[in-house]
């Protein structure tokens, strides 16, 4: 399926890849590739003490909010494959969420000591954030039936914006 999609024959998968698993690998490390510069950006924020704590807070989780509305094939991809069992569950923890965790930990520390972030665990907060932004298509269904007038579109950006008001004290929240 995934050959007749791309329009190639299905040897060539096994010739490039070495069949389905490795295409799936693949897949993972080309997605590796397109958080770097997301990775970059999140350590960044880290490290600015020229912009305030409150603020760096806030654009991070606005900047993941973002990225997830902007790539819902990444998105989607990260909710599903995250939650398989090993070794593709771990595959994706270890290659995509553990980077992003490396570079957003040190600014999350910096909100949990300056007590912006009532949650004094920065892997639970971690989760919870990309958890939240990073599902926004299971949460629309509910949110449709809880509140019908909410707009739909660009759901992750007002989640984004609710986790703000929730986590970095951002009282502008959705």
Same mark, same amino acid.
């Given at each position: 399926?995934?050959?007749?999609? &791309? ?67 990444? *998105? ?18 270890? *290659? ?35 958890? &939240? ?42």
């Amino acid at each position: 399926m995934i050959a007749s999609r &791309a329009r190639a024959t299905p040897n060539l998968v096994t010739v490039h890849f070495g069949g389905k698993d490795g295409l799936w690998l693949a897949c993972v490390d080309l997605l590796a590739k397109t958080l770097a510069l997301r990775i970059d950006a999140l350590a960044a924020l880290a490290d600015d003490s020229k912009t305030p704590l409150r603020e760096r807070l806030q654009l991070a989780i606005a900047m993941t909010a973002a990225y997830y509305d902007q790539n819902p094939d990444l *998105r989607g991809f990260i909710a599903r494959a995250a939650l398989e069992p090993a070794p593709r569950g771990d595959i994706v923890a270890e *290659r995509l969420l553990k980077p992003l965790y490396d570079a957003a930990r040190p600014l999350i520390e910096q909100g949990i000591a300056a007590g912006m972030i009532p949650i004094a665990d920065p892997a639970l907060v971690f989760v919870l954030l990309n958890s &939240a932004l990073g599902q926004p298509d299971r949460i629309a269904p509910v949110l449709a039936i809880l509140a019908p007038d909410r707009p739909a579109e660009n759901l992750a950006v007002h989640i984004g914006k609710a986790l703000s008001g929730l986590l970095a004290g951002d009282n502008s929240g959705s």
